[in-house]
């Protein structure tokens, strides 16, 4: 690509200003005040801006602007043989390849138990996930990094991107975990704990776990480790949402007990498509939560 | 004894003497700087403020003067040095917390004299060293549109300084060493044209390139740095190339144009802007005018070359590391890279002749395996590439290997990596 961008010299997009034009123009300029004065002309002031927009782009065609050349713009380039139709350069795909290297193709999910799946989550869900660690309210240096600098308009399509791939769910992991953990797992999921002011989670969560649009994400098809590294997070504060952060409120009731046995038993359950966010509802959530009303 | 007692009291008072005059002259202002010059309230008052507003980005003020996420020029980044922590201070016209009871001559005496008003001496953090050579028509410009901005109340932070370095006064002693204030520090003007002046007071003064792009000693003052010989940034572990002439690390094989292109949109032909670059072009540099972006690369691409320490070219590496380095390549990069080094486009960037790969030091392309990241989302380019962080997938070994074969293949020559190295990025940068 860059060796013809080279040869064919498509990348020179300007040259220096030249002084001849300037010299004329101001020249010119001058005579028209002179005509004023002497009262020759009526209309000396339209020809004042004639004479000025002609100088103008005279100014304009002797000092292109300095941008990237049109036939080089990554939209627009004609496909490198060489590189694979997913990894043709300005599409979404290529794009995203900083993380799905990571995340998985199309964000499916990594392989190591670590990375979620983004590939259907609300998109309302990822963009806030997106912001919150471009502005470091959710830590974790790789994506801290990652997004730096990145506007929003563009984290917003990019979550966009995900939450349109619809990918099969594999079958979960066999549940590595006693009955009873699993059985406090599903009570605390399903139906919360009303003596310690927990609710479940499908109160919000939707009551297939599969999230609640806009913002709130589904809870199955992820890994253990992640599930309950992400409530972990809460609770020492490495991962925020918007303030009131109802998932801090409620993660600061859960005991590490809890946790093991939610992530245990969210990880271990099918999933069964369509896995799609239920409706936004207009009854209340039973916390406030920042998230959901946020942009 | 007596002539011993007499011989240490003549000593003394020598270097005393020295040091009285050491602090005299650290502490004197320009005096011909033109204090009271300040050009008052002009004419067209929405041009100036225009004006201000684009040299605050020219020398990228927010950089240093914004936190991530807070209010624009109120203050409050951390800057890591050797000596401590500096914080930006507050910097809106806010009457007690910021520099809303200054006055142009004082904001004129902070840029070009390095002192806050009442005579305080500034740390070169700000700097100063470079600003001196603004001229005053600008720094009026600057205040101007300081002065415009919303105040935000908000105390500055106190910098946050190892001993001895906290001690504010020993800077008369720094600034007699280092600092002469004034203009240009090279002579040449002969000849030269408008457009090369002009690219030489962009790069020499509000643009401080040579606060990152020179290298600098144990007491942080920067050495030559009108030849802005490249060197490690001191608290970032990241390289500031040379921007010399030199071909393989410098800016020999770049055009005026490539130059332009990377301060303006973040990419070139040869590479793609990365770490503390890509926050200066995206904080400053997009925003130059075309004809100061081409001053720039006019005045950048007269400087002479500056043959580099030679660390890390000790012969071609061992040929079983670059097999697995060409693996490990084939594997994670060739499909954007390219197996020839090629790059692809404008998406990702090539890897042959790249000087972020061939830099004498591995650091940048160390992170930027490490840590990948998009280029800069400019104007000219607001969707931009990417590439996936490798340092939770790949290990020293691999890192150090793959690194040594992309500094090795299609023509680059510059030197084995060790997955030392490696670890000793990993561990400063990890969070």
Known sequence: MLHRARSGGRYAAFSGPAAGPDLICRFMLASIDFSRIASLVRGAAGCAALFLAACVQVAAAQTPPVMLPETQTPDAQSPDPRTPEALRPGTMEARVAACTGCHGEQGRAGQDGYYPRLAGKPQEYLYHQLLNFRDGRRRYSPMNRLLRGLPDAYLHEIAGYFAGRQVPYPPPAAPGAPAATLEQGRALALLGDPARGLPACAACHGDSLSGLAPAIPGLLGLPRDYIGAQIGGWKNGLRQAAAPDCMAQIADKLTPEDIGALSAWLAAQAVAEPYVPQAAQSSRLPLECGSQARR | ?431
């Open chain 2, 1 to 431: 004894m007596t002539l011993l007692k007499r011989l240490i009291l003549v000593v003394a008072l020598v270097c005393a003497g020295i040091l009285a005059g050491m602090y005299w002259i650290g502490t004197q202002e320009d005096a011909s700087a033109g204090y009271g010059a300040a050009a008052g309230v002009p004419a067209g008052a929405d041009t100036l403020l225009e004006r201000g507003r684009y040299l605050a980005q020219v020398g990228n003020c927010a950089a240093c003067h914004t936190a991530p996420g807070g209010q624009p020029y109120a203050g409050g980044t951390a800057i890591p040095t050797p000596f401590g922590t500096f914080h930006g201070p507050n910097i809106t016209p806010d009457a007690d917390t910021g520099i809303g009871r200054w006055s142009a001559d004082d904001f004129w005496r902070a840029l070009h004299d390095g002192k806050a008003p009442g005579g305080r001496l500034l740390y070169p953090a700000f700097p100063y060293t470079e600003y001196t050579q603004v001229s005053r028509a600008d720094a009026d410009a600057l205040f101007a549109f300081l002065k415009s901005l919303p105040p935000a109340r908000q105390a500055s932070r106190a910098h946050d300084l190892r001993f001895p370095y906290d001690q504010r006064p020993l800077l008369a002693f720094w600034r007699a060493l280092y600092f002469r204030p004034g203009g240009p520090r090279d002579a040449g003007d002969a000849g030269r044209p408008a457009q090369w002046l002009r690219g030489r007071y962009l790069v020499q003064g509000l643009g401080h390139c040579a606060a990152c792009h020179a290298p600098r000693n144990a007491l942080g003052a920067t050495r030559d740095p009108e030849r802005l010989a490249g060197g490690m940034i001191a608290g970032l572990d990241w390289y500031a190339p040379p921007l010399g002439g030199d071909s393989a690390t410098g800016l020999g094989r770049w055009s005026e144009q490539d130059i332009a292109l990377l301060l303006k949109t973040g990419l070139s032909p040869h590479s793609t802007a990365s770490g503390p670059m890509a926050e200066v072009v995206l904080g400053s540099t997009q925003h130059l005018s075309d004809a100061d972006a081409q001053a720039v690369a006019a005045y950048l691409k007269s400087l002479p070359a500056t043959a580099p320490a030679p660390e890390g070219r000790s012969g071609p590496p061992p040929a079983a590391l670059m097999e697995q380095g060409r693996e490990l390549y084939t594997q994670h990069c060739a499909l954007c890279h390219q197996a020839d080094g090629a790059g692809s486009g404008q998406a990702w960037p090539p890897l042959a002749g790249n000087p972020t790969v061939t830099a004498p030091s591995p650091a940048n392309l160390a992170r930027v395996v490490l840590e990948g990241g998009y280029a800069p989302a400019t104007a000219a380019n607001p969707r931009p590439h990417g590439m996936p962080p490798f340092g939770p997938a790949l290990s020293d070994n691999d890192i150090a290997a793959l690194a040594t074969y992309v500094r090795n293949s299609w023509g680059n020559r510059a030197g084995a990596v060790q997955p030392l190295e490696i670890k000793r990025l990993r561990d400063a940068t990890r969070e």
